[in-house]
């Protein structure tokens, strides 16, 4: 009996350990391979089994390496009777050959760490077969310039630049057309002109009082000056008022005792809130504001009539006016001519560069024979045909090389400091095919013959855009012409068949972007076949 027993608890303790192990969180790494070629995928998978409710946090891509990241998944989840799973994938790769150990992932659930096991991976070179694999020489170095890309932020610079130059413009153009208009004006209209401003300026909203009397006074002793001819402006209000009592008892200023009256108390009232720091109420400013307004077209219809002397410097003035107005005027029209020449010159300046927009200007002539229009004409027997800034013009002279019976030679020679072409062809009783290598070898001997020194010498396969195949040989030199040195970059091709041989030599200055850009479009235009 007790060994029943025995035997019977053992078994539930087994089966209790079987459950917790099968409801325990765990978590799985596997890779689908572990050999690859450099730059292969492989899929590396975490499964988690975890239970409902519960965390998981699966690791970022930095914890891979060696191995780079190149893709991930979704979390997929499936559903079982205690745990669920959730499967997440990683593509992985690898650039550099080698065995590759990696310790394991770990996977945060809740506050617990769950860790794959460790895993490696051989990564292989890409085999390439040299038997099997075209092998071509290395193409020459070609001399490419620089080109100038504006940057976006060039053009919103440029563009705002231009922006403000035109508002600048524009506000200044119209506060000048508003000065003189206001400069035509009398000083009647002026002075009303001042108090309809005033009536709509920010002063009684913002109770600035002060500033508003101040101005308001300040109008009328101006209309008083100019007009009734009195030093308005630096008297006090006593004194003013002393002298339009003058005025009005000598019979210059018909106003009545009651319109003296009235301007009076305004300047009274003007002192003590300017003086006195008075505040008056803001209907009262207003009113204060007619009164003069009306008190100033009082005094104007109080003047006597304008002498002839009078009429006679207004017109003096009004014709100093004018003229003011007409230079004023061809001022504004120079002015905007000038902002659109700016803005012209900015728009051509970084539309070409800087470097492009100075050769233009200073009529590079590098630059001007590049962009001269091409005449394609042919050369020789058989023809060469090739597009040049000019015609070239046949040699009187022209050397035969390696026994050859006939020979022509055509030559563009401009300024020794531009670009020159030579076309040479031979021709051979016989049918025999030229040696390409004795050719170049006496073509640069006839070089060094007319000026050519300290040549340096590379040699490659060359292709027309007929598709003719030939040879090239380019280099550097030294050329001497008319006593003075040159350095040069040349390019000599070399083609030919049974009997005849066509050489086509170009030089240009060296380190000279547009010579080296005329030199390799004239280079390209070569055709050698039947050309209409």
Not at 400 to 414: D, I, M, R, V, W
């Amino acid at each position: 009996m007790k060994r029943f027993v025995y035997v019977l608890f053992g078994f539930f303790l087994l089966l209790g350990s079987i459950q917790a192990q099968t409801t325990a969180p765990s978590a799985v790494g596997k890779l689908d391979s572990t050999a690859l070629k450099i730059g292969e995928k492989r899929t590396y998978t975490i499964t988690v089994s975890v239970k409902p409710g519960d965390s998981v946090r699966f690791p970022e891509d930095q914890a891979f390496a060696p191995f780079e990241v190149i893709g991930t998944s979704t979390t997929d989840t499936l559903k079982q009777e205690r745990l669920w799973q959730l499967i997440k994938r990683y593509a992985i790769s690898q650039y550099d050959s080698g065995t590759y150990n990696h310790p394991g992932l770990r996977v945060q659930l809740d506050t617990l760490w769950l860790q794959t096991a460790p895993f490696s991976m051989n990564v292989f070179d890409v085999a390439v077969d040299t038997t099997k694999q075209n092998l071509y020489p290395a193409k020459p170095i070609r001399e490419v310039s620089s080109v100038w890309v504006t940057p976006l932020w060039m053009w919103i610079l440029g563009v705002l630049a231009l922006l403000g130059a035109g508002v600048y413009g524009w506000i200044h153009w119209q506060r000048k057309k508003k000065q003189e208009a206001e400069a035509v004006l009398d000083p009647l209209e002026k002075a009303l002109l001042g108090l309809e401003k005033l009536a709509q300026s920010p002063y009684l909203i913002r109770e600035e009082y002060k500033a508003y009397y101040t101005e308001l006074t300040g109008i009328v002793r101006a209309y008083l000056e100019d007009e009734v001819h009195i030093s308005a402006l630096e008297s006090t209000s006593e004194e003013l008022m002393e002298k339009l009592e003058d005025l009005r008892e000598q019979g210059k200023l018909t106003l009545d005792q009651e319109a003296l009256a009235t301007f009076d108390q305004v300047l009274k009232t003007a002192d003590l809130v300017k003086f006195a720091r008075a505040t008056p109420e803001r209907r009262q400013a207003e009113l204060d504001r007619d009164i003069l307004a009306q008190w100033v077209v009082k005094a104007q219809e109080a003047l006597p009539e304008p002498t002839e002397e009078e009429l006679y410097h207004e017109a003096q003035r009004l014709a100093a006016l004018a003229e003011y107005q007409k230079a004023r005027r061809k001022k504004m029209v120079l002015f905007g001519g000038g902002i659109a020449a700016l803005g012209l010159f900015v728009g051509l300046l970084m539309y070409t560069g800087p470097e492009r927009f100075w050769d233009t200007v200073t009529f590079n002539k590098y630059k001007i024979q590049n962009e001269s229009p091409r005449l394609m004409s042919g050369y020789g027997f058989p023809a060469v045909w090739i597009a040049t800034p000019d015609v070239l013009v046949r040699q009187e002279t022209a050397p035969k090389y390696a026994g050859a019976t006939q020979a022509q030679l055509f030559a563009y020679t401009p300024d020794p400091e531009l670009v020159h072409v030579w076309v040479h062809t031979l021709q051979w009783p016989d049918e025999k095919t030229p040696d390409f290598d004795a050719l170049g070898e006496q073509a640069l001997k006839m070089m060094e013959d007319v000026g050519a020194k300290n040549i340096l010498t590379e040699q490659t396969p060359h292709t027309t855009q007929d598709e003719v195949q030939g040879v090239q040989v380019f280099g550097q030199m030294d050329f001497e012409e008319s006593g003075d040195t040159y350095k040069k970059s040349y390019a000599l091709l070399l083609f030919g068949g049974n009997g005849f041989a066509q050489l086509i030599w170009v030089h240009w200055p060296k380190d000279e972007p547009y010579a080296a850009r005329t030199a390799q479009e004239i280079i390209q235009s070569i055709q050698l076949k039947e050309t209409p």
